[in-house]
């Protein structure tokens, strides 16, 4: 069975574009988040969108933004890209929602972004 | 205060040590707790689950005392490829999302 699978894996922007970051998860899961990994950091959380709606939001401008589709895909884009927005962007999926939360998020391989 | 605060290390220790990491977390109502490890440029793994009770899985048990919120994580007999980033993890009472610390690096040397 197919994992999360996220793409691009590697991409470079200068600073000022815009970046669409794609994610699909384990068939059967209906829960996307998006977390950011700095180096040397643990992962952030962005966001959580679970049956399409945006169950959650971390603490990130308003540059971010994302949105979940019928097939349970998701997108994460980022506009006016800084310097600071250099990271691995982790999709993960879940079984869980809002309440009933293991803890376990199957996370993909993430899209390792270069912004200079 | 960071939420979740964990020694970054890294620990270097040699094949068949016994090592533990902590990590304490600063919101006491949080609701669950887990330790993920990521291998190095790769992503996160669930690697358990915290109880109060304690928590066993082969060479690796985890604890948590909420009292003291205070996470933690004992590898037994260690193997090289335990080597990894081992993650403290939180959830908090508003349950949608995961808050991890920064990591704590293990390196088992032969």
């Known amino acids: 069975d197919a994992g999360v699978t996220q793409s691009p894996t590697h991409l470079i922007k200068t600073r000022g574009q815009h970046v669409t970051l794609r994610c699909s998860p384990i068939?059967?899961?209906?829960?996307v988040s998006w977390y950011q990994q700095v180096l040397g950091q643990g992962p952030q959380f962005i966001f959580q969108y679970y049956e399409k709606e945006e169950r959650g939001r971390g603490n990130f401008p308003d540059r971010f933004s994302a949105r979940q589709f019928p097939n349970y895909s998701s997108e994460l884009n980022v506009n006016a890209l800084l310097l600071g927005d250099s990271a691995l962007y982790l999709c993960?999926?879940?079984?869980?929602?809002?309440?009933?939360?293991?803890?376990?998020?199957?996370f993909g391989e993430g899209s390792r972004l270069t912004v200079l | 205060r960071k939420e979740v605060e964990q020694d970054p290390g890294p620990f270097n220790v040699p094949e068949g040590a016994t090592v533990a990491f902590n990590c304490t977390y600063s919101?006491?109502?949080?609701?669950?707790f887990f330790w993920y490890r990521q291998d190095c440029r790769k992503e996160p793994k669930l690697l358990m689950s915290?109880?109060?009770s304690g928590n066993e899985d082969g060479r690796f048990t985890a604890q948590l005392n909420r009292a003291s919120q205070y996470i933690s994580l004992l590898i037994r007999d260690s193997k090289l490829s335990d080597s990894a980033t081992y993650l403290c993890?939180?959830?908090?009472?508003?349950?949608?999302?995961?808050?991890f610390g920064a990591g704590t690096i293990l390196r088992v040397k032969s």
């Open positions: 068939s059967g899961h209906k829960s």
């Open positions: 919101n006491s109502a949080s609701q669950s």
């Open positions: 915290v109880y109060s």
């Open positions: 993960a999926s879940s079984l869980w929602g809002h309440t009933e939360n293991t803890g376990e998020l199957f």
């Open positions: 993890v939180v959830v908090p009472v508003e349950g949608n999302k995961l808050v």
